[in-house]
């Protein structure tokens, strides 16, 4: 899914747009034990319950794409009879009316998901009368020919709210406060099926999660079965790890500084494509090379790439790359500068010593305070 087509989704949650259907929960404790489940009609809610829940269901399909927002495919034999995605298919065509369906579900969930206090699982179950586009991109409401039939999955931390005082209007008296369980914002959560090419992809879900590091390997596995997926930070690390495996010794700053320069550049060219840009092994090796690796280090990029980071792996810029900050450490100094001003660090032997050398020609703050640079 691309960015129009999450933002597409996302709008049907409100009261103009609203396809949901049906809504279900289940409150779990610390323990892991069921301690409410409900199940109703979204429309039949209050009002004021339904903008709340509208927040949540938002917040689910919110974030960066490739970090927050990461697409999953389901492996050949989760598609087959008794996988994953052949559950998922019965629970979203069951318009989750089905007991059975919601209790093995839930029981899926509390065994697979890492969190050790209270959370709550919700379900949606909605259907989106796909609109057809235009020439001019505009949305042609009389010309729909596809129904998009989902399931949208959030969980929920729920925390006791802190204590306090309040004031209570009724007697007139400043008092302690009731300590409330709050159901906080999504830590995790899925879409499926995915809406790809704005249509059902039965073959993806979308998966969710506020801490782009924290993917919950076991519950995705084990109960999305999808294949695995390599987090933010893991597609960074792996990409440090090739260039060193590549340089070996000779990492000259001179190519880190250039790399990270054509990358950015190569970012700043695609921000207007919906889809984010993701390199694969031949683009990385072009980046290399036109970064001033010798084509001598690369004869086992191949075989390096392969192990490092998979053979079929491809890796997000916006992942991998550093375009809020150019930082240069040593053991004692931390320099940062201006990603689009990275030439203006250079490494130079003076008097037979390393040295970092910046040049100077505005003014110079130390501590905030404006100093005489001469």
């Known amino acids: 899914m691309n960015k129009k087509e999450v933002l597409e989704i996302r709008k049907q949650f409100s009261p103009e747009n609203c396809a949901i259907t049906r809504i279900c929960g289940c409150y779990v404790d610390g323990d892991k034990e069921k301690r409410l489940e409900f199940k109703e009609a979204f429309l039949s809610l209050p009002e004021e319950e339904t903008f709340k829940y ?30 994953t995605q052949e559950f998922l298919l019965q629970l979203k065509n069951s318009k989750l009316t089905d007991d059975i369906l919601l209790e093995e579900f839930y029981d899926k969930v509390i065994e697979s998901y890492d969190f050790g206090e209270h959370y709550l699982i919700l379900l949606i179950h909605a259907v989106y009368d796909i609109p057809g586009k235009a020439l001019d991109g505009s949305e042609m409401f009389d010309a729909s020919d596809n129904v998009y039939e989902h399931i949208l999955c959030c969980i929920c931390p729920v925390v006791l709210s802190k204590a ?12 302690d406060r009731t300590r409330d369980w709050v159901v906080g914002e999504p830590a995790n959560g899925f879409l499926f099926p995915a809406f790809n090419d704005r249509n059902t992809d039965l073959h993806h879900l979308l998966f969710y999660s506020k801490k782009p590091e924290e993917l919950q390997d076991f519950f995705v ?17 792996s990409f440090q790890d090739m260039i060193v495996s590549t340089l070996k010794e000779d990492c000259d700053y001179s190519v880190i500084r250039t790399i990270h320069e054509n990358l950015n550049e190569m970012i700043e060219e695609a921000k207007e494509s919906p889809e984010p840009l993701a390199l694969d092994k031949k683009d990385v090796r072009r980046l290399f090379s036109a970064s001033g690796v010798p084509e001598e280090k690369m004869e086992s990029f191949e075989k390096d790439f392969d192990e490092t980071i998979g053979a079929r792996t491809s890796l997000l810029a916006s992942n991998i790359a550093e375009t809020r900050k150019f930082s240069i450490k040593t053991p004692e100094v931390v320099v940062n500068v201006n990603p689009e001003r990275s030439d203006l660090v250079e490494i130079q032997i003076i008097d037979g010593r390393k040295c970092l050398v910046i040049p100077i020609d505005d003014e110079v703050e130390v501590n905030g305070i404006s100093v005489n640079a001469k």
């Open 54 to 83: 509208y927040d949540i269901f938002k917040k689910t399909l919110s974030g960066t794409l490739g970090k927050n927002l990461i697409h999953m495919g389901f492996p050949l034999e989760q598609e087959l009879s008794g996988g």
């Open 221 to 237: 596995e084990h109960t999305l079965g999808c294949s695995e997926v390599m987090s933010a930070g893991s597609q960074k690390e």
């Open 164 to 175: 306090g005082l309040c004031y209570n209007a009724v007697t007139n008296s400043i008092e």
